[in-house]
């Protein structure tokens, strides 16, 4: 097949999503599909088969390049393949922002088989990242320019505010968006279930397949990767890594509070994060307040080649999103690769691997803080995870789902 993939995330930023989006398109690839990929950006990446879109010079979201409004994007591509009818099979778009958006457009303009993956809650994105007093007026904004571009090619659904998801004004408002994007699609993937469910609950009509965010199967090759050991009569201490995003829907400053009441009690931890982000300054300025820098070390953006090598030596990862419904591709790297996970979401139950992660009670630092506590008077629960891990690890890799992804896509096309 040949695949157009418009992803609003990819380049010069890291995360989830565009490790995600390459390691199918190398999965694919390697089984003899053409892959595509269009996104915003400023620099040509060495990877083949990427295609820059018309890119808003300022504006940023989040530190990610933005696309331009669609009608120009989709101009663009238009001029830069003058036979998209016959160039391509089937379109897969990422996100819900002006380059997805342009799929959209262009999958119905050529009639084209379009699916929609989607990757998150952007209610939450709102509710976490917009101050105060913008919050409807961001959703509201969103919702109006998502709905002038889609609204022919949908019924348009109307969320009511409620008290699960819609609390808020914006959030409703989000949620219109989320669901209008989806059922513009032919076929609908989200990472997880439970996501599923929630936009199946606000007007989702379209089928939706799970298929999980696949770790790249070079991750877990080349390297011998070995059981994860703390003994507790020796004075190393517990190690735990963070590699997402330093943001305020990850909630490193929560984490960091868990920390904090960790070394009230003991001295033996040691925590490293590798990321960029807007909470990274206050992050930063928390452990030196809190004269827990012996403790912590923030490398800031990392090539990926050396987070692996950070992997290898530590014994727990760390993901303390909460209600955004993300996978976590880092955590799920990390587990292919022996590394046992500490999280406090009840959703990610359903991503981490079986025997793989211990959950805290709650979403508060203070009940994070007793798992990390708990762990440190039992080390030997960590060999265990990671037995789990290499023994479960097979279910994450993108050999195994990207048997599911083609099976979404044969059955659209």
């Given at each position: ?210 298929v999980s965010n696949g770790v790249s199967d070079e991750t877990v090759k ?148 007793e798992l990390i506590l708990d762990i440190i008077d039992h ?35």
């Open positions: 097949m040949r695949i157009a993939v418009f992803t609003d995330l990819y380049l010069e930023v890291a995360g989830g999503i565009p490790s995600s989006i390459s390691a199918q398109k190398r999965e694919l690839e390697k089984l003899g599909h053409e892959v595509t990929v269009f996104c915003p950006g400023k620099k040509m990446p060495k990877e083949k088969n990427i295609i820059l879109l018309p890119t808003a010079k300022f504006l940023k979201i989040n530190g990610a390049p933005l696309a331009k409004w669609p009608k120009t994007v989709v101009k663009y591509v238009e001029e830069k393949f003058p036979n998209f009818d016959t160039d391509f099979d089937l379109i897969h778009a990422h996100y819900e922002a002006g380059a997805s958006i342009a799929a959209v457009l262009l999958a119905k303009k050529y009639k084209k088989p379009l699916v929609q993956t989607m990757h998150g809650r952007e209610d939450m994105a709102i509710a976490v990242n917009v101050s105060h007093p913008f919050k409807t007026l961001a959703g509201f904004l969103l919702n109006h320019i998502h709905r002038h571009y889609l609204k022919e090619f949908t019924e348009d659904v109307k969320v009511k505010k409620d008290d699960y998801l819609a609390p808020t004004v914006a959030t409703r408002q989000m949620w219109e968006l989320m669901v209008r994007e989806a059922n513009c699609a032919d076929a609908v993937i989200t990472p997880s279930e439970h996501f599923a469910d929630k936009l199946k609950h606000y007007g989702v009509i379209k089928p939706i397949t799970a080349g390297t011998d990767w070995k059981v994860r050991k703390l003994e507790k009569v020796s004075n190393e201490p517990l190690k735990i890594i963070w590699t997402s995003r330093l943001s305020k829907e990850k909630r490193i400053l929560e984490f960091l509070e868990a920390l904090k009441i960790v070394k009230e009690k003991t001295n033996k931890f040691f925590f490293t994060a590798l990321g960029d982000g807007n909470e990274l300054g206050f992050a930063m300025k928390f452990a030196e307040d809190n004269k827990m820098q012996e403790n912590c070390d923030f490398k800031g953006a990392v090539p990926h080649e050396e987070v692996l090598k950070y992997l290898e030596t530590q014994h727990l990862s760390i993901i303390n999103s909460y209600g955004f419904d993300t996978q976590g591709l880092t955590i799920l790297e990390a587990a292919a690769v022996g590394l046992p996970v500490i999280y406090c979401d009840k959703d990610m139950d359903q991503v981490v691997l079986k025997n793989g992660g211990l959950r805290a009670e709650d979403e508060t630092p203070e009940k994070m803080a080390p030997a629960i960590i060999e265990e995870m990671s037995k789990a891990c290499f023994k479960n690890r097979k279910e994450v890799l993108q050999s195994t789902q990207i048997k599911n992804l083609l099976k979404v896509y044969e059955n659209i096309v």
